[in-house]
C-alpha cells in the first residue's frame, strides 16, 4: 500500500480528527504567517474525506470539525485578553476559547449542505458550496454575530500582489479566491472538473500577476502632512491604575517631543495617540488638556483615544459599583496646540464583552451576576463621521475592533475622506496572533477603499498604509517608541469603493461560469459544428 493510500484511508476512517486538523493546519495562511500556499493543502484535503461520508450526519460533522479547528487555532488570543484580569473574566474562559469556535462552527457547517445534497454534480456543488461560504461570511459580518474576523479572505492577502484584487472585489471576493485556489489540486482530480479547473486556474493567474502589474504601475504618493505615531506601550494591568497615570502622561509627552525632533517645522503636523491613551476623561479637565498640548507647535493637532461620559453622579473607571449611569463612550479626540476639543468622535461598533455585555440581563440571573454588575455597559456613538482639521484632508476615524467591518469604515453619506485613521488598545491580545490579524485587516481595507490608513495602537502594531496595502513604516509589537513619516495620497475610489459587496457578487458568478464550463462546452462545439456543414 503507498503512503498516499495509507493517507486516506487514515482519513476515512478518522475523518473527524483529519478535518479538525486541517482546519487548524489552515491558520497557517493567517498573519503573522501567512504562508497563502497552504490553501490547497488543507481546502483539497478536506473536500476529498468530505467525499468520504456515507450520511448526511456524518458530512455535517465533518464540516463542523474543519471549521471548529481553523476557529479554535485562529481566536485563540481572545482567551490571553481575559488573563488581563482573572479575578474579573474567569467565568468567560470556557466561552472564549471552546464556546466563540462552537458558536462560529455551527453557524458555517450549514454551509457543507451543497456538497452533500449534489454530491453527484461535482459543478454544482462545488459553486453552492463557494457560494454558501461567501453569504455565510455577509451573515456573520453585517448580520449576526457581527464578528467578521479571519474570513477565509484573509487567508490570502498576506500575498500583496493577490491582495490588489480587494480594491475590485473586496474581502469577500478574497474568500472566493481563496477557496478556489484552494480547491484547485480537487477540480483537476475529478475528471468532471477538469475543465473548470484549467479555466479557473488560467483566470486565477491573472489575477495573481494583474496585482503584481498594479503595484508596480501605482508608485507611492505622499502628501506634505507629516505625522508622529505615538506606541506608548502601556501594560494593560498598569493602565487604568491612578498613581500610573502621572507615569503613563509623561512617556507619551516625552516620546512625542522626540518624535518631533526629525519634523519640518513649516508642514502641518498630527501627533497621534492610541486608544484610551489618556485614561481619564478628557473632555472634563481643561488643566489636563492645556499640559499634554503644551509641547505641541502651532501648525500642530494632537488626535487620541479618551473616555467619555455623561453621568448623574461620580463615576470613575477605578470603582464602577457605586455609580448611576446615563452613557459613556469610548471616544476619539483632536485638539488644537492650545488644548481646545476641535472634534469627537464615538466608538460605533462595540467589542461584546470588551465593551459590553450581551444578554446583560440573562446573565445577571445567573452565578455570575455579581461578576456583571461591577461592569459598565458603553454606548454606540451617533454614526462614522467625517473629520475636519484646518489643512489637514478629511479623514474617516474608526476606533479599534471597527477596522474589521468592510464597507462599514466610511459615512456614504458624506463626502469621501481621504484617509483612515485607525487607533487602537491590542495589549489585550498579549504576545499572541491576534495583534497580527488585526493589522491584516488595516491592510486590507486600505486596499480595499483606494485609501492610506494610518493605524496607531499602544502596543503594537502601529503603521503607514499607502491605498494599495503597502507598509510605509512600522512599529514592532510589544516595543515603545515613535514613527515618523507622511500622510500618503489617497487614490480615486476603486471598483470596490463604488460598487461594495455586489462586486463580489460579481466575481461568483465569474466562478460560475468557470464551473458551468463542462455542460457549455459540448453545447457551443455542436453548434459550431453545425454552422460548419
Not at 468520504?52 to 455535517?60: N, R, T
Not at 457543507?112 to 449534489?118: C, D, G, K, N, Q
Not at 454588575?373 to 489637514?392: A, C, K, M, W, Y
Not at 458624506?414 to 488598545?425: D, G
Amino acid at each position: 500500500m503507498s503512503p498516499l493510500q495509507k493517507l486516506l484511508n487514515f482519513g476515512e476512517k478518522h475523518s473527524l480528527l483529519t478535518s479538525f486538523f486541517l482546519g487548524l493546519f489552515l491558520n497557517l495562511s493567517l498573519p503573522p504567517f501567512g504562508i497563502w500556499m497552504v490553501l490547497p493543502f488543507s481546502i483539497t484535503p478536506f473536500l476529498i474525506i468530505f467525499d468520504f461520508s456515507q450520511d448526511f450526519k456524518k458530512a455535517f460533522w465533518v464540516g463542523f470539525f474543519y471549521y471548529f479547528g481553523y476557529f479554535v487555532g485562529g481566536l485563540y488570543w481572545i482567551t490571553i485578553a481575559l488573563s488581563v484580569d482573572w479575578s474579573r473574566f474567569f467565568w468567560l474562559l470556557p466561552f472564549s476559547f471552546l464556546g466563540i469556535p462552537l458558536a462560529l462552527s455551527l453557524l458555517l457547517a450549514p454551509t457543507v449542505y451543497p456538497l452533500w445534497f449534489f454530491r453527484h454534480n461535482l459543478n454544482v456543488k462545488i459553486f453552492l458550496f463557494a457560494a454558501s461560504i461567501f453569504i455565510s461570511d455577509l451573515i456573520r459580518t453585517y448580520l449576526f454575530p457581527q464578528f467578521p474576523w479571519n474570513l477565509l479572505g484573509y487567508t490570502l492577502a498576506s500575498s500583496l500582489w493577490f491582495l490588489q484584487s480587494a480594491a475590485f472585489f473586496g474581502i469577500f471576493g478574497l474568500s472566493l479566491l481563496a477557496f478556489f485556489l484552494g480547491a484547485l489540486p480537487y477540480l483537476f482530480i475529478k475528471k468532471e472538473t477538469r475543465l473548470s479547473g484549467i479555466f479557473i486556474s488560467i483566470f486565477l493567474t491573472f489575477v495573481f500577476f494583474s496585482g503584481g502589474i498594479r503595484l508596480l504601475k501605482i508608485p507611492s504618493q505622499s502628501t506634505e502632512i507629516s505625522l508622529c505615531l505615538i506606541q506608548p506601550n502601556i501594560p494593560q494591568t498598569l493602565k487604568w491604575i491612578p498613581s500610573f497615570r502621572k507615569t503613563t502622561y509623561e512617556r507619551l509627552m516625552t516620546l512625542s517631543k522626540n518624535a518631533l525632533l526629525s519634523i519640518h517645522e513649516n508642514t502641518p503636523l498630527l501627533v497621534i495617540w492610541p486608544e484610551t491613551a489618556v485614561p481619564s476623561f478628557l473632555e472634563e479637565e481643561k488643566e489636563l488638556r492645556t499640559y499634554l498640548t503644551s509641547f505641541l507647535p502651532s501648525n500642530a493637532y494632537l488626535i487620541t483615544g479618551s473616555g467619555r461620559r455623561m453621568f448623574s453622579s461620580a463615576f470613575s473607571f477605578d470603582d464602577t459599583t457605586s455609580f448611576s449611569s446615563k452613557k459613556a463612550w469610548n471616544s476619539l479626540f483632536s485638539l488644537n496646540s492650545e488644548g481646545k476639543i476641535l472634534n469627537t468622535y464615538d466608538k460605533v461598533h462595540l467589542v461584546p464583552f470588551g465593551e459590553y455585555i450581551p444578554f446583560r440581563k440573562v446573565l445577571q440571573t445567573l452565578s455570575v451576576a455579581h461578576f456583571i454588575d461591577r461592569t459598565l455597559d458603553f454606548s454606540e456613538g451617533d454614526g462614522l463621521q467625517n473629520v475636519e482639521l484646518p489643512h489637514i484632508p478629511p479623514f474617516s476615524p474608526l476606533i479599534c475592533y471597527e477596522i474589521a467591518f468592510p464597507r462599514h469604515i466610511l459615512n456614504s453619506k458624506l463626502s469621501r475622506s481621504e484617509w483612515i485613521l485607525n487607533i487602537t488598545n491590542d495589549a489585550w491580545f498579549g504576545r499572541s496572533t491576534g495583534p497580527y490579524q488585526h493589522l491584516q485587516m488595516a491592510q486590507v481595507r486600505a486596499c480595499e477603499e483606494c485609501l492610506p490608513v494610518v493605524r496607531v495602537a499602544n502596543t503594537g502594531i502601529s503603521a503607514i498604509i499607502d491605498p494599495c496595502g503597502r507598509f510605509q513604516e512600522t512599529l514592532p509589537l510589544n516595543q515603545a517608541g515613535m514613527l515618523t513619516g507622511v500622510l500618503p495620497k489617497p487614490l480615486l475610489p476603486s471598483f470596490y469603493a463604488l460598487y461594495g459587496n455586489w462586486s463580489s457578487f460579481l466575481l461568483l458568478l465569474i466562478f460560475g461560469l468557470f464551473l458551468s464550463a463542462p455542460s457549455l462546452y459540448p453545447y457551443f462545439s455542436k453548434k459550431r459544428k453545425e454552422n460548419l456543414l
